[in-house]
């Protein structure tokens, strides 16, 4: 009898745990997929996604929206500048514009620049004038034209508190000052000669701040809106000047010019979205959609990787994809994709669904898409989607107040995001502000 109780107890023993193996097995091949896809594990433990079923739970479309008041003031805020006091009660703000803890700066059409008390309702300073551009670079506000704007390009500092103009950067042989932006300790702007007849014939002036001095020029045609490339001790722009009328028959060829001197070091021919190739600290990266292509190149010019997409990304060729020091992030037909560096393997994905990407940026530490969705009546519903940068977690789903393509001013300052959209119902705009910590002060 003892033996026979021994017997059962023992086997059972065993049946208990093999279970228990099996279990754990269970567990640890789960534990490998969530590893080999840490998306999947990240979206499907998000508070704000758990009304979304499992087939659908990264699907973009298929999420139910947060309401705005539960991240309001955490993550976003939300301004209405029509409702401010005059003489800025304006009803559409075209420039970029920066917000920080409370207070906001920007130029408005015909009414120069100001900066505004948000909190008490009222004007700090204010600058009367017409200005073409500002920018602030390392906490310090550029405005584009700020002196005798039709006679010769410049741009000027400005102190924030005061609104005094500190300093002012001349280039007298050359007429207004178009695509500013800034790489470290240099300006770099567009301008066209006073004696050239053609808009589209500049020079890309590079203006060093530490000496005051202009580095170099070189020729450019067009240069709309792509923006000089950092590569180190080098800088990248793709340059059609070379070409001229046969600018629209050739491939795009991206110049890489010696940052200090201007000096012709290399070029690669290659196409790339919104004509401006993408780089991280493996190299530059080429996003052809007119052939389904995305091409990796190092710093002497030399190709790495070729990769032919299964799916192809030729309907987002205008949304600028992102690289880090961890994936290349592009928008293809479907969704939105984390590749390794190196373009091996899919790190995350995340499905559009109904969804249509509009507009994709980066800060520090989120990935911001601005998507759309048809309506039963054949409208559409605009959406801000906040993902992590580097697993894909999706965060927010938030509904925006416009219900069309209205968005301007967007860019990405002090790790936030800003934008603006027509509220049409109301017919006035409305200004946005995402980020992980919007309440950063701007200095």
């Known amino acids: 009898m003892r033996f026979r109780i021994c017997m059962l107890f023992l086997a059972s023993l065993l049946l208990f745990t093999a279970c228990g193996e099996k ?49 309001a003031g955490k993550t976003a805020v939300k301004l209405n500048t029509a409702d401010w006091s005059d003489p800025y ?24 620049i100001f900066r505004y008390d948000l909190k008490n309702d009222e004007t700090i300073w204010n600058i009367d004038g017409r200005v073409t551009e500002i920018m602030m670079h390392d906490g310090v506000l550029y405005a584009a034209q700020i002196e005798e704007s039709n006679t010769y390009a410049n741009v000027g500092t400005l102190d924030l508190k005061s609104g005094k103009l500190q300093k ?22 567009a301008a066209n000669l006073k004696d050239s007849n053609d808009n589209q014939e500049k020079d890309l002036i590079v203006y060093d701040l530490s000496s005051d001095s202009i580095l170099w020029t070189k020729p450019v045609l067009g240069m709309h809106d792509q923006p000089v490339v950092d590569l180190d001790e080098n800088v990248l722009l793709v340059n059609e000047f070379e070409a001229g009328e046969d600018r629209y028959e050739t491939d795009e060829t991206a110049y890489i010019y010696d940052k200090d001197t201007g000096e012709d070091k290399f070029n690669i021919v290659g196409t790339s979205i919104r004509k401006t190739p993408i780089v991280n600290n493996k190299g530059i990266y080429f996003a052809d959609f007119k052939n389904n292509i995305i091409q990796l190149f190092d710093f002497d010019g030399t190709l790495k990787t070729k990769l032919e997409p299964d799916i192809e990304f030729n309907h987002y060729q205008l949304i600028q994809p992102v690289a880090t020091e961890d994936a ?107 980020s992980s910590d919007v309440n950063k002060p701007l200095d």
Do not use: C
């Not at 950067?169 to 470290?184: C, G, N």
């Not at 995340?350 to 309506?375: C, N, P």
């Open 23 to 71: 279990d754990k097995n269970t567990i640890n091949d789960n534990g490998q997929d969530v590893v080999n896809n840490e998306n999947d594990r990240e979206v499907e433990n998000n508070d704000h996604n758990n009304d979304v079923g499992d087939d659908e739970a990264f699907t973009i479309s298929a999420m139910e929206p947060t309401p705005f008041e539960e991240i």
């Open 89 to 112: 009660d304006v009803e559409e703000l075209r420039w970029k514009m920066y917000y920080g803890d409370n207070e906001f700066i920007t130029a408005a059409p015909d009414q120069g």
């Open 168 to 189: 002012l950067y001349e280039a007298k042989d050359y007429t207004i000052v178009t695509r500013l932006h800034f790489i470290d300790n240099l300006m770099l702007f």
């Open 328 to 434: 290349f992030i592009y928008a293809d037909n479907e969704g939105i994709v984390w590749y390794d560096t190196e373009l091996s393997t899919i790190q995350h994905r995340v499905e559009l669904g109904d969804s249509t990407i509009r507009y994709m940026v980066a800060t520090e530490d989120r990935l911001f898409a601005i998507v759309s969705e048809k309506t039963e009546d054949s409208e559409e519903n605009f959406y801000n989607i906040s993902l992590d940068l580097k697993t894909g977690e999706v965060f927010e789903k938030i509904a925006l107040d416009t219900n069309e393509n209205s968005i301007r001013a967007d860019h990405v300052y002090n790790n936030k995001y800003h934008f603006a959209v027509i509220d049409v119902k109301n017919q006035k705009e409305v200004y946005y502000v995402f």
